[in-house]
């Protein structure tokens, strides 16, 4: 139920309602209102769904008509409202908040909010300082996907502060932090009992957001929010209905999460778990993958670790009797934690060898993965200059190892060669030069670089500015950069011209622990159907998958006009 209250928009006479459905512009319902009284909506007695699809406006009579005294405006500004933040949390999961001082603005701000379909704002709401929005659920509807962005007053103008946040249902979410223990420090994990683990569903991007894929981790027959990994602050999977156990394992095990096939996304993401792994080996690894093995470098990467459980891969419905489920020690592009970093230390760094500098080269891996434009050109001058040219992909880890940590310069180009100093035990004399491509320092490189304790430092030395696609060719200033090399002697000293060029990463890391409640545990409508559609094509049903998907692409072409 809502109501529409013709003295909130400054109308204390009688008046008119007209409430229209704003795809058809069809009338749904008119009425009058006496003065002092409001209009009461049902929304299933008109059969109204979802609410964001109608608008309503009021009228005065003047001069014997019905003339418009306010916009259409939609449904969904009445289901929004501003209140303290502890009234809104004895509301609990009937509403979904915004809070502008957590998302650091604590001033008065604006908020804006879109449907991640259709792009279009449908709510702005003023907030403010120390108060929160308040969404309750009959806000959200299961076609759509939703977004915030706060803004603040600046100089008579609206600037972001805060912009393109996710905002997830409060229905949508798990039930609050999971118990965590504590390991050592910072390493925390779960344990549950009877965890049932359905194989896993991969696909790159869906409608509903950028996601790379479906799981079944379930307790119960609920949802394991921590067997999910985070990227840049967003989860990246989402959760399917559980599925009946076919195989029955007694024991106890380590929750590996998904074994990423690439380098650097191995490093950083791959091994995240496996802190507690190393500590006992007793237990197998689940790793939720339907391959039959581990690739050759990600068995050689445990090998470097001093990994030596047993694994196990997912091929059906399994219930397992306990699962240790440890925090990731790192997520690409939120941190990295300290006790983690130590961890990956695994191999002595072998002396500096005085004068050394290794150049890590991108040039065999195409042009579609991030190297230089002119990559020929890039080598011959950083050879005039005395350094030497090596393309690890040609080489084992410990000789990858050895030639980084005996180098007095290693320089490269922003990529996954670059996270390879983790697995290195610090304290490292080498000296880090990265030339920046899409990400400029940021995430992975700042938080490897603190936990580390490296001579880290990223130039940007592009010759535009225009947005960078992460496999797109880097256009670096070849003349900057020899006059750089030129002032630096290859970097060796001098740092202080590299000042103009040096890139001021933000050492701000996202907490894991502290992100998990908001993760989503459960599906939208239309994510359902695209998770159904996606398991018939697995199973190359094509016309079972297209009487699912054309349904849902004409769903979507609604939420779009």
């Given at each position: ?60 009579r003047s001069a014997g008509r019905w003339q418009d005294a306010t916009p259409y405006q939609s449904l969904h500004r009445d ?206 690894v689940v790793w939720h993958s339907r391959n039959a093995a581990l690739t050759g470098m990600q068995a050689a990467v445990l ?259």
């Amino acid at each position: 139920m809502m109501t529409i209250d013709p003295r909130d928009h400054g109308l204390f006479e009688g008046v008119r309602v007209a409430l229209i459905d704003r795809e058809t512009k069809a009338s749904v319902a008119k009425a009058e209102i006496a003065p002092g009284e409001v209009f009461t909506i049902d929304p299933q007695a008109l059969a109204l769904a979802p609410a964001g699809s109608y608008a309503f406006k009021l009228q005065v009579r003047s001069a014997g008509r019905w003339q418009d005294a306010t916009p259409y405006q939609s449904l969904h500004r009445d289901y929004s409202y501003v209140c303290e933040r502890g009234f809104a949390a004895q509301l609990g999961s009937a509403v979904t908040v915004v809070d502008p001082t957590a998302d650091g603005v604590p001033g008065d701000c604006r908020v804006f909010v879109f449907n991640t379909y259709s792009r279009k704002h449908i709510l702005q709401q003023d907030v403010p300082a120390g108060r929160v929005l308040a969404l309750p659920n009959v806000f959200f509807d299961g076609l759509a996907s939703y977004r915030y962005t706060l803004k603040v007053l600046v100089d008579g103008r609206w600037q972001a502060a805060a912009d393109n946040q996710s905002l997830t249902p409060a229905h949508l979410r798990g039930h609050g932090r999971p118990a965590f223990q504590v390991h050592r420090g910072s390493l925390l994990y779960t344990q549950r009992e009877g965890v049932t683990v359905g194989p896993y569903i991969s696909y790159p991007g869906s409608v509903a957001q950028s996601i790379d894929g479906f799981v079944r981790v379930h307790e119960e027959g609920q949802p394991v929010p921590e067997a999910l990994r985070m990227t840049m602050g967003k989860q990246k999977h989402l959760f399917l209905p559980p599925l009946e156990p076919q195989e029955f394992l007694d024991g106890t095990f380590i929750w590996g999460g998904i074994p990423n096939p690439s380098w650097g996304h191995f490093l950083t993401e791959g091994v995240a778990r496996l802190w507690y792994a190393k500590e006992h080996p007793e237990f197998p690894v689940v790793w939720h993958s339907r391959n039959a093995a581990l690739t050759g470098m990600q068995a050689a990467v445990l090998d470097v670790l001093g990994i030596r459980n047993q694994h196990l891969f997912v091929h059906r419905p399994t219930r397992y009797a306990r699962m240790v489920f440890p925090v990731p020690g790192s997520c690409l592009g939120d941190y990295v934690l300290e006790e983690h970093g130590a961890f990956l230390g695994a191999v002595d760094a072998t002396p500096i060898v005085p004068g050394k500098k290794t150049y890590l080269s991108r040039g065999k891996l195409g042009s579609a993965r991030g190297s230089s434009e002119d990559e020929a050109g890039l080598e011959a001058l950083l050879q005039a200059h005395g350094f030497a040219i090596y393309h690890p992909e040609l080489h084992s880890i410990r000789d990858q190892l050895a030639e980084i940590s005996s180098s007095q310069v290693v320089l490269g180009i922003e990529g996954s060669a670059l996270h390879s100093p983790v697995l290195l035990k610090a304290p490292l004399a080498t000296r880090f030069v990265a030339i920046g491509r899409h990400r400029m320092g940021e995430g992975a490189y700042e938080h490897i670089r603190q936990a580390k304790g490296l001579d880290y430092r990223t130039l940007n030395l592009r010759k535009t500015t225009a947005r960078l696609g992460a496999a797109a060719p880097l256009d670096i200033d070849l003349d900057r950069l020899q006059e750089l090399l030129a002032a630096t002697a290859g970097f060796t000293r001098n740092l202080q011209a590299l000042g103009p060029y040096t890139c001021r990463a933000d050492p701000a890391q996202t907490s894991y622990v502290d992100t998990l409640p908001h993760f989503r545990t459960a599906l939208t409508d239309l994510e359902l159907e695209l998770a159904r559609t996606i398991l018939l094509l697995h199973k190359r049903d094509i016309p079972g998958a297209l009487d699912v998907l054309l349904p849902m692409l004409q769903a979507i072409k609604v939420v779009r006009s």
